[in-house]
């Protein structure tokens, strides 16, 4: 299984992330990396400035969304990532 380092995010206008990705690289929408994260075909994680995977989540009424295991570390959260 591959897994590729987050350094930044897309969010809409509401603040939920919509895409992750690399600044000038590549971009990925969420939708397609939850797909890919439950199907085992690929991995994601945060790195500054410790390290943190990303994982699918499930708010109550069933959407599922990103986020990064959780620590005590703020700046690694997905949220706080510069944008795309």
């Not at 603040?15 to 085992?40: E, N």
């Not at 075909?41 to 390290?51: G, I, K, L, Q, S």
């Amino acid at each position: 299984m591959d897994k590729y380092r987050v350094t930044h995010v897309s969010k809409d206008q509401s603040g939920d992330i919509t895409a992750i990705g690399v600044k000038d690289r590549w971009r990925l929408p969420v939708t397609t990396a939850i797909s890919r994260i439950k199907g085992g075909v690929e991995n994601y994680y945060v790195d500054y400035p410790v390290h943190a995977d990303i994982v699918v989540g499930r708010t109550r009424w069933g959407t599922e969304y990103l986020h990064s295991t959780a620590d005590t570390i703020t700046r690694n959260n997905l949220d706080n990532l510069p944008r795309l």
